[in-house]
């Protein structure tokens, strides 16, 4: 076995250097099985978790344009929407008609709408339909900061206040400014991602964090996002899970790259590996489909993130009710459980 992941198989933490010898040097089958083992260690219960939330994207008016994103559209676009509060109540009902307890908010970065749009929003999912709210990325809580003129902590703690109890770590894609600059150079930088998503760690807010892969970044920019991730979780511990994903093809002018499986798999365990202050490492179904799902589950993933609950996205690879959810995980070789967002 490679050095280094002998190191990591005795809880030794490996630093970025190793880290990066370990992504270009070790050979995936060693990568997955030291990263197994090590989930092993740290949750001997041999159970995977599942949650059930819906989506809801609020607008698709986006101020930000990202080169990747085919969703955004200019206010005066033919297909640009908001959704009323009655139209989010009503898919918040068809989603618990089916199981879901958890609504996940994410615009859009919509220039214009007021603050009682999202409080108004968020009261009524919390205390009216009775269901948890995880929403609004790192960008959507800047802008709305600087829109409203209020200062990021009393924001989130208005937001709270009226339902918000998690947080997204979206629109991270890789926490490297040579690629958010070709990426979203209007999104925010690795830095103020960072100190972002701290705050609301700080605040009372804790979430996930993700990583996309799969376009013309380097093995170090890899890294230096999963230092990222470290560094922040280091100081609140307010990451609960990370998940690992790739770039789907959306537009014809962004580039992206065949990610193979054991390619897929092996940056999955190195998440394991060295992410060693989070506790939980997501497989993405969705993204990947069943059979890489369920390596994942042997290469140091325990959970597997949410059923689908939406018409549109990739349904035909995810899981689309709870039976199948549990039946899956149990072909696998673990014992389902279901989650909250934030694992309570
Ligand atoms: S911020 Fe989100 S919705 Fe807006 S362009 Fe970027 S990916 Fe698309």
Redesign the pocket.
Known sequence: MHPLLKNALEGKRIDSNAALEILRHATWTEVVQVANALRQQKLPENRVGYTVFRIINYT?I?????S??S??RYDNDNDAYTLSLEEIRTKTKEAKAIGADQIFLQ???HPGLPLNYYTEILEMLTQEEGVSVRGF?P?ELKRMSENFKIPLPELLEILKKAGLSSVPGA?AEILSDRMREKL?PR?LNAKEWCDTMQLCHEHGLPGSANIVFGSDETEEEIIEHLTHIRDVQDKTGGFKSFVVWTFQPQTKDFPIRHVSGMEYLKLLALSRIFLDNVPHIEVSILGMGRELGEMGLHSGADDINSIVIEENVLKSQGLTSIAEAEAFIRQAGFTPYRRSLNFD
């Open positions: 698709n986006c101020s930000v344009r990202c990747f994103c969703f955004c615009g859009g970065v990325s960008v629109g979203s999104k």
